[in-house]
């Protein structure tokens, strides 16, 4: 009897163990850590320092402070990335779809190399993975009010590790609405997100003198840039000391750092010009603005990773054949990248690439991710699973795959329209589609109490809903 109880979670089981040892590869080939020049060290910088970063949140720096080597930092964005897995597969368990559809659901997040290498660099999109999938997995799982508040409290922390969260904490409150939950639950779901978000707001504050997140709207302008026409905008003259030359464009976040980008040229007020100028280009251009961030939204669904924005034979989001050593250049607040590591652990913090285990690794990669139609396959099959049981009147089900979904679109057509195009952007959509698809092909929705618990049931019932 316990053998049969167990067998069902063989391939899950297995699926585990693979993605257990891909992490081990990661840990032993690339000792101690990846580093993504020079985001990682302004993260490090913000968490010796423990100030908010002005050009971004720094909740990974917050998540950062609470080490003391980035050797335990990676450990545990492992160990995020494994629960992320566990946690799909419990939910999908939960509304009866069958241990080997669980199992497939969960393997892009064990066996995808780009999602252990996401763990493996000193970066905060891995911690903001684990906050929003966690966030969903509890909205879905336990329809009561305690998880409503919880739930919306997470997106509130994720959002304070990269603003995309924002947008997050909408799309979760609207579908609490459209599924009729209680409104004193949502309300104080909304108020401790707004607790965790305005409490940053406050602390960036007190550091910068003004309220805000840490974002800039330099990054909203070199999206612009890329299809800006000022013979169509006709600025005022301050404002055309940004406008981009005639002839190819850049990639997006050239604009920003490269030494032929007019703000870099022209030396201009970053913040309120790039405001201004960025309104004119959207009132003056909506449709090139939507048109340009879908057709870069779609490189998400190729067939091959697209290197994006660097030219070059190696993207920054693969384990490398070879690192960047860390030099006398400075690195983050007027300290080289030895001085900053060995300021938050007392070592030198600086990638050893060992071999054999980085070359298997490397071989691993070369086939060993998600493709991108597969990924447009997946959001499909959610969709055409949640139109299905909306049509036989299966209302619940289809809730319950709407918000996972809903939050897999936004993370991926968002980022290009107002950023750029990033791999690093897409891999987080991976487990909400996932999880997506498993919940529209389950038999019931997730949030309902299994047969033989009807009291449980009524009882969370009650708690979520406004009758």
Known sequence: MIRSRWSVHLLFGGLLLAGVGLRGLAMLGYRPVLWFWADSFAYLSSAIDLRPLPSRPAGYSLFLWLFDSVQAVVVVQHLMGIAIAVAIYAVLLRAQLPSWGAALAAAPVLL??????????????????FLVVMAVVLLVWRPAAWAVVVGLGLLGLATVTRTLGLPLIVVAVVWLLLRRANWRAVGAGAVAAGLVVGGYATWFNAV???????????????????????????????????????????AAPAYIWDPSSPIVRSGAEKEELTSEFTSLVIRSQPFDFLMTGLSDALWTFEWNRRIYPSPGPQSAYVFPDSVRPFADKVASAGRTATQLTVEYQGSSGETTIVEPYAGWLRAYQEQGFLRGPLLAAILLAGLAGMAVRWVRGRFADTMSALLPWAAAMTLTFLPP????????????VVPLACLAAGLALARRSSGDAPAGRHSATRTGQHAFTTG
Request: charged share 20%; with cysteine; proline share 7%.
């Open 417 to 428: 329209l107002i950023a750029a195009f990033d791999h690093r952007y897409v891999v987080p």
């Open 112 to 129: 995808d190399v780009h999602q252990v290498q996401l763990e493996h660099l000193l970066m905060a999109d891995l911690l903001f993975t």
């Open 208 to 250: 910068h003198g003004s309220f805000g997140m840490g974002g800039s709207n330099v990054w909203m302008w070199s999206r612009t840039m890329t299809f800006a026409d000022c013979r169509v905008m006709d600025p005022r003259p301050e404002l055309a000391v940004l406008c981009p030359e005639a002839g190819p464009r850049l």
